[in-house]
Antibody, heavy 118, light 106 residues
Framework: QVQLQESGPGLVKPSETLSLTCTVS??????????WAWIRQPPGKGLEWIGS???????YYNTSLKSRVTISLNTSKNQFSLNLRSVTAADTAIYFC??????????WGRGTLVTVSS | SYDVTQPPSLSVSPGQTASITCSGD??????VSWYQQKPGQSPLLVLY???KRPSGIPGRFSGSNSGNTATLTISGTQTMDEADYYC?????????FGGGTKLTVL
């Protein structure tokens, strides 16, 4: 059974960088069948795909966030990370990591709330 | 960028059939997935590749995708099916979610 767990600060100051890590167990980031994704959900709102990374280093990002986002994979630790730069209050959300089968996200973490506030 | 649209809400009585739509340009050219999200929980994949159910998803969940509209159908809706439902499509290496439909069962 694949499990994903997000970790990172719950509070980030405006203009700083939001950094989160997702630790995967029961599956390998090096599995060629899957990408690994970050998805967010502002409080009371819908889901927004942020981007996905592949073990080769390939990445795909939401065009609306592309200029501020980096997703990277550490296959030796079976972890992948999200960096979102220059955050504002609009980036306050629950951030989920998920296994990305391109056409669908079949396993999700429980999510972590990140609040952007001074 | 590609967009998909859902109605914000739908209300059905227990035992009735709920049909939640997802609209997008030539949507049938793409596979659509559907997710159920209950309050305080992560989304749960309930349908993928338009019509397939992951292991453990009840048979009352079914789907279709034709033309510009994909539909998630819940037959014999139960109170436990009350949740937000999101469609999701894949286009040119990007993934897009619909805005979600709040299904109320009462």
């Amino acid at each position: 059974q694949v499990q994903l767990q997000e970790s990172g600060p719950g509070l980030v100051k405006p203009s700083e960088t939001l950094s989160l890590t997702c630790t995967v167990s029961g599956g390998s980031l090096s599995d060629s069948l899957y990408f690994w994704a970050w998805i967010r959900q502002p409080p009371g709102k819908g889901l927004e795909w942020i981007g996905s990374g592949y073990y080769t280093g390939d990445t795909y990002y939401n065009t609306s966030l592309k200029s501020r986002v980096t997703i990277s994979l550490n296959t030796s630790k079976n972890q992948f990370s999200l960096n979102l730069r220059s955050v504002t209050a609009a980036d306050t959300a629950i951030y989920f990591c998920a296994r990305d089968h391109e056409e669908n996200f079949d396993y999700w973490g429980r999510g972590t709330l990140v609040t952007v506030s001074s | 960028s590609y967009d998909v649209t859902q109605p914000p809400s739908l209300s059905v009585s227990p035992g009735q059939t709920a049909s939640i739509t997802c609209s997008g340009d030539k949507l049938s050219d793409r596979y659509v997935s559907w997710y159920q999200q209950k309050p305080g929980q992560s989304p749960l994949l309930v349908l993928y590749q338009d019509i397939k159910r992951p292991s453990g998803i009840p048979g009352r969940f079914s789907g279709s995708n034709s033309g510009n509209t994909a539909t998630l159908t819940i037959s014999g809706t139960q109170t436990m099916d009350e949740a937000d439902y999101y469609c999701q499509a894949w286009d040119s290496s990007t993934r897009v979610f619909g805005g979600g439909t709040k299904l109320t069962v009462l």
